[in-house]
């Protein structure tokens, strides 16, 4: 038997055999992250002992957990009802848990006293995982494969996984649509053909094992090659310079990238609501908006009144946070790798949208 050593903010929680542990924004958990931070779930997740040792289990319904062992990092997602929650095995000696907030990154350390328990089995294996959709999968979720801190949860797009592919968009949308039935008659997700299955189908099968990054190796050459954190020159758009890190870069590259993406769909709506002029009107000082600022792009879809009811009020708060973090790139604040994780998730989560 073994204890278990939570760290976390300068204080340690260790918890004997038979003790279980909450964690969560909210005061009545054991270890309350920051009651403020609502991108937190309330109760995010709990520590748990049983006959084959210590476990998380992620309670949300809605945040994934992020385990990372060695510099291996495996996405623990929520699980959504009807569905129990998933029971995940603690099977290093010592490893963190990270979660992503609204302003930063929380970060749980693990250590066990005594041998750690083994991996739990999964029951149905990878049923109706071919070669070709194992092959899709790992390509759409290549950024998951970096090692932490260069860890990137967040799926690549449709299109960009069918061109690296060599593939019609077509084909890579219908075969994560049937892997997306195959998790749902294995009772790992719900069957919800309306949402975008990209995130849970990809978490789901990491998670699980199914895919890997060994599948990764097979792939043509760049297929697999998630995006990395690296020195670029400067962009014409901002105040920033030469002078700035790789992760003030990094932030920027996914501000511009962001506002590249929904750029056409935020031109097409402000000229219907303000008609032909709509760039003077609603440009800064009186001066014509360009979208091709890529913080007056995400500006105006957090802040403009005819994104009101157009995009939902989750999509123009993560355009917000985004600018945010863009601005504090761009005046070279300083940022942590805490900063660029959120800075890729508001990135995913806005173009998701669009």
């Not at 790992?138 to 996984?161: C, H, V």
Request: aromatic residues 6%; hydrophobic residues 35%.
């Amino acid at each position: 038997m073994s204890d278990l050593t939570v760290s976390y903010n300068g204080r340690e929680v260790v918890l004997p055999p038979g003790r279980s542990a909450s964690f969560g924004r909210d005061q009545g958990c054991d270890i309350c992250l920051d009651p403020d931070d609502l991108w937190v779930s309330r109760t995010a997740g709990e520590f748990r002992y049983d006959e084959r040792g210590w476990s998380v289990v992620n309670v949300s319904g809605k945040r994934t957990l992020h385990l990372s062992t060695d510099g291996v990092v495996v996405p623990l997602p929520p699980t959504l009802p009807p569905t129990e929650p998933a029971t995940w095995p603690l099977t290093g000696a010592s490893c963190d848990l990270h979660l992503f907030g609204e302003d930063g990154l929380y970060t749980l350390g693990l250590r066990l006293t005594g041998p750690a328990g083994p991996a739990l089995p999964r029951a149905g294996g990878a049923s109706g995982l071919t070669p070709e959709r194992r092959r899709i999968a790992a390509a759409l979720g290549s950024n998951y494969f970096l090692p932490w801190p260069e860890y990137d949860p967040a799926p690549r797009s449709y299109r960009d996984t069918a061109g690296s592919l060599g593939l019609p968009e077509s084909k890579v949308v219908d075969e994560i649509g049937r892997l997306r039935r195959i998790l749902a008659r294995a009772r790992v997700l719900p069957d919800q053909p309306d949402a975008d299955p990209r995130r849970p189908v990809v978490e789901w099968l990491i998670a699980l094992g199914w895919v890997t990054a060994a599948d990764l190796r097979p792939l043509p050459p760049g297929a697999g090659q998630p995006r990395r954190l690296t020195t670029r020159a400067p962009s014409d758009h901002g105040s920033h310079d030469a002078g700035t890190s790789p992760l003030h870069d990094e932030v920027i590259r996914i501000a511009e990238e962001t506002a590249r993406h929904i750029a056409p769909h935020l031109r097409q709506r402000l000229a219907a609501h303000y008609g032909p002029q709509w760039s003077t009107l609603v440009g800064p000082g009186g001066r014509p908006a360009s979208l091709r600022d890529f913080r007056q792009c995400l500006a105006l879809l957090a802040f403009d009144q005819a994104t009101v009811g157009w995009a939902v009020q989750s999509c123009r708060n993560d355009a917000r946070q985004l600018n945010h973090l863009a601005n504090r790139a761009a005046h070279r604040d300083t940022l942590d790798g805490g900063d660029v994780h959120r800075a890729r998730l508001l990135g995913a989560q806005i173009r998701e949208r669009f």
